[in-house]
């Protein structure tokens, strides 16, 4: 790849339970504001500044079509160009970083934004059910996901001891990212005795109610030098659907995410992630999709990602430490969760996570998925060399 | 009026998008769904070129895009791939909780069906365990996923 593209500023909001004190814009501006001022650019289509936005959000999150409308004069979108995603915020990573190699643009903002607080989630994802089929059955992703859970457990044997130590995990490291919503000191017992929601998935398997936002720039690498020392690159990224029809694959694989990773790897040059990755922010938005995803990623073979939960390879000051700022069960909501994923690893290769830095990380693998059982998942490499 | 934004009382309006939609079943699934409706069958779809039976039935094959055809009506018995019992009460749900739902595999069909599990203990619940198709009676039928009633323990 002749051209590489960097992030050069990355923020988020606190992450909170009901932010019904902003709207969707004041919200998103919230980070915004953050990285116009780290990087002191404007928005400016003569080259001198942001020259195109890449927005994230759902409308039936926010109640309205084109929910993008919420935010055009906080992201600069009525003064330049303007694309939206409605799936998780890492394809707005990817969108933006293919607008830059395509040439058209140099210098893009991305902004992604959800208040959870303002819908009910259960009707949401039930309409992301094929109507004929599925939905009048009443699934949600808690439920559908419940159907994955048991069959990787049968599948594999992996255990509901194995995914709780995964919350346990995250919500301690959550202790040390202070945009954390939910930090919490918790054994696996609390998890186990925790209110069975939809069997094997109980409360302290599922993340809280979430409003917050996330925003990014990124830059082709002749202007990523002069915005930034410390510049992230994207080194690998790619995406990938399952089948919609819960009964056409076998739940307990993730063939989507297997390919979205291969193709990110080869893009990367990784050929051994366990042993070349050093730090990975997956999005788990039930505690054993962090399991699963383990493996869908490679990190270790099938039904195998449970043995490395044990083992504790996954922990602070393991070989690969996963998600060391609490990840999703710490509480981001829905669309921003890839973005949080990917902004947390690029403060991680900078140096600058804080009480929860891995230290000495140079390459990230971050993870964003959008549906119920891992309908889509999309992977974003990156590394700071 | 408060001289301070953050001293005033932050206003929050209730409102609700109601939108009716109309959802075209397409004429293969058309045909699947009045076949519960008049004759309690359970039909799929196989693909010639990668031999397979797809229930319920879809108009081309996703493996090799290829236009599909051939229906075949597979049994309304099968094997339960996994199961999910739901304690938690949400407002898309068709019953009251409990309930069980489940991925079937027909015999005679190469993908499983998605739907509720009956007449079970959720304690006795099984990977593996035969099922068979409970069908509503006649007058309640109307050519919908829930003709099935549920799926029971067979024997």
Known sequence: MAERVAIVAAAQTKYHPDRSDVTEGELAYEAIEKVLQETGLTYADDGTGIDSSVTCSQDFWDGRTMS???IISYDGSHLSCEDKIAEDSTNAVYCAFGQILSGQHDIVLVVSHCKESQAEKSIIENAAFDPIFMRLLGFDFLTA????????????????EQFAKVAVKNRGNAKNNPFAQEPMDITVGDVLRSK????????????????????MILAREEKARKLTAKPVWISGVSNCYETHYLGDRDLADCDALVSAARRAYDMAGITDP???????????????????????????????AGKLIDAGVTQMGGQLPVNPSGGMLSGNPTVVAGMARVAEAAQQLRGEAGDRQVPGAGVALTHGVTGFCGQHQCVVVLSNK | MADKLEELESLVFAGKVDIPNTYSAGLVGSRFLIELRDNKKITGIKCPTCNRVYVPPRSTCKYCFGKLSEWVEVSNKGTLLTYAVAYQPSPVQPVEVPIAYGI????????????????????????????KAVFKVK????ASILDIKYFKPLG
């Open chain 1, 274 to 304: 366990l042993r070349e990755i050093d730090v990975a922010e997956i999005s788990e938005e039930y505690s054993y999709q962090e399991l699963l995803w383990m493996e869908g990623l490679g990190f270790c073979g099938r039904g195998e």
């Open chain 1, 196 to 215: 069975m929601l939809v069997d094997p998935i109980r409360l302290l398997d599922t993340k809280p109610t979430s409003d917050g936002a996330c925003a």
């Open chain 2, 104 to 131: 079937v595999q027909l015999d005679g069909a190469d993908t499983g069906l998605a739907h509720m599990l009956g007449e079970v203990d959720p304690e006795q619940l099984k990977v593996g365990m035969k099922v």
């Open chain 2, 139 to 142: 007058k309640e039928r109307v």
């Open chain 1, 145 to 160: 996901n419940a159907l994955q859970a048991t069959r990787y457990m049968y599948k594999y044997g992996v255990t509901a």
């Open chain 1, 68 to 70: 993008n409308l919420n």
